[in-house]
């Protein structure tokens, strides 16, 4: 029987300070000098009150994506000789500073002083939560006593009106009304900066530890089209038209590069996949609600969080919102990070008791996929 493997320390890291709904454009900048009118609207539903950019108001980048993962693994709080005994590195993210070298080969450079195995993840949300299953897998099989894995995103840059314009000074040429299609502008007041990271091992620490049950996840690709896409543009039969497609000028004008959302399709079947995953990973593991003591579900939105209780509520599972946690509201979505500085800030501020256990539930809309987690108090 293969030996058991725990997450002894957790830590995140949110860039400056927070942000509130009224000043998000002042960062980000207003798109053809008019204040966008699905701002309102957006924030109305999805009922963040704060989030973190890695900008200034000068629309200068404060930390790279790799910067923010460092100082995340720095939080960890291990000492030098502790982290140099470190064998393994895995890391997540949707938004890398570039697309080579990988993400965790800039990570690896700026946080640790010897050689060290690592692996990137890329994906959307669940891109973090693959990165502590390689983490897990790597302990688990063998292949190392110890890793450290980290899940970050640096989105706030793709968001500035900067790179909005050329796209609207197009469309006014052509005669069509000047703004950014609602895929593009509402993702905008959506998303947030920030990382976290975790020290794995297959020794316990007096404290703190969780000890990780089993990590499943899930594909729906197999039957969906893609729903949350970047450097692409969709057709209408679902199919992607990647970048290369696409001549310099064509990505500008028409902002092949930025992140955009089905809205439609995201709405119709993204709960529908979430709690599947939930019932497939209770069946292969034999898990019942009633084992379940907290639930950490990441959403990007509040009103996913409420489809979501809906959908559990129709399928008779007993997961009631009095175990939930999220901390959407006051720090933002932040993708793959998202699972895992909510679980910082509920270790901190609850102070789980021995034997508890604590459900990961994380989805993504990329080409939809979910991945459940779950973690016993130690």
Not at 76 to 99: A, H, I, N, R
Not at 273 to 297: L, N, R
Request: proline share 4%; glycine share 4%; with cysteine.
């Amino acid at each position: 029987m293969s030996e058991p493997v725990y997450i002894n320390r957790v830590s995140s890291f949110l860039p400056n300070e927070p942000v509130g709904n009224d000043e998000m454009e002042e960062f980000l900048g207003v798109v053809n000098d008019t204040p966008s009118r699905v701002r309102p609207i957006v924030l109305r539903q999805n009922r963040i009150n704060t989030r973190y950019y890695a900008l200034d108001k000068e629309q200068n980048i404060t930390h790279t994506n790799a910067e923010l993962s460092k100082i995340a693994i720095e939080k960890l709080g291990l000492s030098q000789e502790e982290l140099e005994k470190v064998k393994f590195l895995s890391c997540g993210t949707s938004m890398p500073d570039q697309l080579m070298p990988s993400h965790a080969s800039m990570v690896h450079g700026l946080a640790f002083d010897h050689p060290i195995e690592i692996a990137s993840l890329a994906g959307v949300c669940m891109s973090g939560l693959m990165a502590l299953k390689t983490a897990y897998m790597s302990i688990k099989s063998g292949n190392s006593s110890n890793a450290i894995c980290t899940a970050s995103e640096l989105i706030s840059p793709t968001m500035l009106s900067k790179f909005f314009n050329e796209e609207i000074s197009h469309r006014k040429l052509i005669e069509e009304k000047p703004y950014i299609a609602f895929e593009k502008d509402f993702l905008r007041f959506m998303l947030s900066d920030g990382a976290a990271a975790m020290y794995l091992s297959d020794k316990i620490e007096p404290e703190n530890s969780l000890r990780i049950e089993w990590i499943k996840t899930y594909s729906y690709a197999n039957i969906q089209p893609a729903c949350m896409y970047m450097w692409a543009e969709k057709e209408e039969n679902g199919n992607l038209l990647g970048w290369k497609t696409f001549a310099g000028k064509e990505m500008s004008e028409r902002s092949v590069w930025s992140l955009k959302q089905d809205v439609r399709q995201l709405n119709k079947y993204a709960m529908l996949h979430f709690v599947d995953a939930v019932e497939s990973s209770f069946e292969e593991t034999g898990t019942k609600c009633e084992d379940i003591t907290y639930v950490i579900p990441h959403v990007s939105s509040m009103y996913f969080y409420d489809l979501l209780v809906e959908e559990f509520n129709k399928r008779e599972i007993d997961l009631p919102t009095d175990k939930w946690f999220t901390n959407l509201t006051t720090v933002g979505n932040i993708g793959s990070a998202s699972p895992f500085v909510a679980l910082d800030e509920f270790i901190r501020t609850h102070q789980p008791k021995k034997g508890d256990t604590i459900l990961l539930i994380v989805p993504e809309s990329g080409r939809f996929s979910c991945g459940t987690a779950l973690l016993t108090v130690m």
